[in-house]
């Protein structure tokens, strides 16, 4: 994920430099960074820091700590020093960009028109406070920008064609978003917004290779995005590539150590490295898994038997063993005869009816006739809706949950069985279907 320098970065020649910091300068600082050099530059940043506190009035250095820190990723350190500088155009532009990161859009728009009328590339930061102000929920104000930008020629640029993905995507047109990020990457092939942007997009399509590698290269150059490590460290563990996952967390709480879910996920994977490995044991429970996802359709059964089974939304053999017999001697028109045939299906696979009962409550079998059509919509209603995190939305691909129905259908338990599902993911559910005055089954 992170290139390797064939040669490594004068670090503190560049930091304690008294002339002006140069466009080439700042390249070299975020080489640094790309090159694991991460720690060098910090190290420099807080001495110079250190002088600036002591009474060091030097414009210079007070701009180096701020960028330094900046693409280190800790930008309300980097808006601290920064302010203590404005009216250079450099110092506006950077923190501009240091606001924005963190979420300070209204200033973040301020900082860039400062930033263009005290010497800075004006085109660009015009395209950049169209972003902050589109952030800051001003879309129409945000166009209008765009057009003055393109009317400066601004429309030839990589930027531009981003901030017009972002705009496409706040009307909710996907597919003309995909299409400006992807321009944007072509014209820029190291544009961290617009490869972030797609790399959301194929994970939230199932495209996982594509995703992975659109994150990968997002994070090739610095500043570090935390929710660009979070969704690449989560996508890793998915595959079992623990030691890369780590990393990804372990970076991640690097720029911000206080990063509460950064260090559940860490934790999450350190319990997992060091669970007993039984290579028989996982085999033998992946041929068990596969066999419970078998469909019972799959089986020739009298019309009668299939109907009934049908109708109590039973489609594999797990929804099956989940039954005892008095289940399926509830449903219409199904008798001794059928429950026979039933009880030698599942025997030919090693299986019994009522394994996997639920002790505590009887099966909820799909939706009751009782409700209204409005409970009925909701129920009905794709469970992509909840916006889900990676980690949870992936449970819900392998449980082939797709609707809100099929989800409340589920315990915590069922849910908690899945790989990489843990008690953060179940409470994230927990909250989102809470939201909607739903919840899990015998919650």
Not at 100 to 107: M, S
Not at 136 to 152: F, I, P
Not at 312 to 338: C, H, P, W, Y
Request: net charge negative.
């Amino acid at each position: 994920m992170i290139a390797t320098l064939k040669e490594p970065v004068d670090v503190r020649g560049v930091m304690q430099g008294s002339g002006a910091l140069t466009a080439d300068d700042v390249r070299a600082l975020e080489a640094a960074v790309s090159g694991g050099q991460a720690t060098e530059l910090r190290q420099e940043a807080y001495t110079l820091a250190n002088d600036v506190e002591q009474g060091d009035k030097s414009k210079t250095k007070i701009l180096r700590v701020g960028i330094a820190f900046y693409l280190l990723g800790q930008g309300r350190v980097a808006v601290e020093a920064l302010e203590k500088v404005a009216g250079d155009g450099v110092a506006d532009f950077f923190r501009g960009q240091a606001l924005l990161g963190i979420g300070r859009y209204t200033e973040a728009a301020e900082a860039y028109e400062q930033a263009g009328k005290h010497g800075y590339d004006k085109v660009h930061c015009l395209l950049l406070q169209a972003g902050a102000v589109r952030a800051s929920g001003d879309l129409s104000k945000a166009e209008e920008l765009l057009k003055s930008a393109a009317s400066q020629g601004g429309s030839t640029r990589p930027e531009y064609c981003y901030q017009m993905g972002c705009v496409l995507a706040d009307k909710g047109d996907t597919y003309g978003a995909v299409e400006y990020f992807s321009r944007a990457v072509d014209m820029d092939p190291t544009h961290q917004r617009a490869l972030f942007w797609l790399a959301q997009l194929n994970a939230q399509r199932g495209n996982d290779d594509d995703a992975v590698r659109m994150y990968e290269r997002a994070l090739a150059k610095p500043p570090l995005h935390l929710s660009a490590l979070l969704n690449l460290g989560l996508l890793y563990e998915d595959v079992e590539n623990y030691s890369a996952a780590a990393y990804c967390f372990r970076r991640a709480l690097e720029v911000d150590p206080t990063h509460s879910r950064a260090r559940l996920y860490l934790k999450d994977i350190e319990s997992t490295s060091n669970l007993p490995f039984d290579e028989d044991s996982i085999r033998q429970q992946q041929r068990q898994k596969q066999t419970l996802m078998i469909s019972v359709s799959d089986f020739e059964m009298s019309v009668r038997a299939r109907n009934c089974l049908q109708k109590m939304g039973v489609r594999t053999l797990e929804d099956l063993i989940r039954l005892n017999e008095q289940d399926l001697l509830a449903g219409k028109n199904f008798g001794e005869t059928s429950l026979r045939e039933i009880k030698e299906m599942l025997e030919s696979k090693g299986l019994k009816l009522g394994m996997l009962a639920s002790k505590d409550k009887p099966r909820d079998f799909g939706i009751q006739e009782t409700l209204t059509p409005q409970q009925q919509s909701l129920l009905n209603r794709p469970v992509a809706e909840l916006n889900l995190s990676v980690r949870a939305r992936k449970c819900m691909t392998r449980l082939q949950i797709a609707s809100l129905g099929e989800l409340v259908a589920r315990t915590p338990d069922e849910l908690l069985e899945s790989k990489n599902f843990g008690v953060t993911s179940l409470n994230e559910v927990r909250s989102k279907l809470n939201d909607l005055g739903l919840r899990l089954r015998n919650d």
